[in-house]
């Protein structure tokens, strides 16, 4: 891939990558066409290749991205305090509720990426996979149980509440005009009914705190999101947790990301580490795999 693609506008940027996403979401990557993407994306074909060299370049790197933007949203929306089953997972929801905000196919594209046979698919998809597996593992992990009648069906319930988010969403999604927050509102009144049956004694109020408290810090993070931010600006405001650890010290968060907003990023990876300077793109993509370690340490 051309390190150009960076110095391109947000607005194209996106426009480029949501582009392939739908087309590859909705196809696969045999049947994808270029011709339909740039077309989308309101560009020429010599200028995507000029980006990514051939078809399998963009997806290598759509699948790249798309898993570690994922990734680095899952980590920073949940807490890792968190061990209400529920609460968790509507934390997660919110977490794929950021990425549809901006990739409305996003989500959907990891799934499909699930049943590519085609070789040069899965050579692009490599262990992509099993990196987003892996998060979504270190954070059920985090699950206390004992509330459940039956706390030894955990993993299955997991099963029915992941089933439902993907059914309610393909069910209610818009093609032309996704809306995230009515879907996520939608999802989370079904989350209660299931709470409701599968936990033992008298329901509480934990969903609905919880979803205020959510809105409320996601409110606050979205405005501090400047419409005017680059690629890798976008990216680093996402290393600056959406909701804070009840362990962690107030304030820490915030000190760590106004102490990088004030430097422009560079796109010389290598030279620009080598010089104890800014982070680049790559180091933030990185910073997504720390966590995945991270969280199940």
């Known amino acids: 891939m051309n390190s150009k693609f960076f110095d391109v506008k947000k607005d194209k940027q996106d426009a480029i990558i949501n582009a392939a996403l739908k087309t590859f979401a909705l196809k696969g990557y045999k049947d994808a066409s270029t011709d339909v993407i740039v077309k989308e994306a309101g560009i020429s074909k010599g200028l995507l290749f000029h ?20 990734i680095l949203e899952l980590t920073r929306t949940v807490k890792k305090s ?11 929801s919110m977490g794929r509720v950021r990425v549809m ?38 954070i059920y992990a985090q699950i206390d149980s004992k509330k459940l009648l039956q706390p030894d069906q955990l993993p ?19 093609i032309d ?11 989370a009144t079904y989350l209660t009914l299931l709470r409701d049956h599968f936990y033992s004694g008298t329901s509480d109020d934990t969903i609905s705190l919880a979803m205020e408290e959510l809105s409320e810090r996601n409110e606050t993070v979205m405005k501090e999101m400047r419409l005017d931010m680059t690629f890798e600006e976008r990216l680093m405001a996402g290393r600056k947790p959406l ?42 993509m990185k910073e997504a795999e720390k966590n995945i370690i991270n969280s199940g340490s």
Do not use: C, H
């Open 51 to 70: 980006y990514f060299t051939s078809k399998q370049g963009l997806y290598d790197f759509i699948v790249d991205y798309s898993t570690k933007y994922m």
């Open 101 to 138: 905000r901006n990739y409305p196919f996003m989500n959907r594209f990891l799934r499909s990426i699930r049943a590519e046979e085609d070789p040069e698919a899965l050579s692009a998809i490599g262990e992509s996979i099993e990196d987003i597996d892996r998060t979504y593992r270190n």
């Open 243 to 284: 909701v804070e650890d009840d362990n962690e010290t107030p304030g820490e968060g915030e000190e760590e990301a106004a102490g990088g907003s004030d430097e422009k990023e560079e796109d010389t990876g290598e030279s620009a580490r080598k010089e104890g300077g800014k982070e680049t793109f790559d180091d933030i």
């Open 156 to 174: 299955r319930i997991i099963d029915i509440i992941n089933w439902l988010y993907n059914g309610f969403v393909e069910e209610n999604f818009r």
């Open 82 to 92: 968190e061990k209400d089953l529920f609460s968790l997972m509507l934390q997660v």
């Open 177 to 187: 005009d996704p809306d995230p927050e009515k879907l996520y509102d939608g999802y």
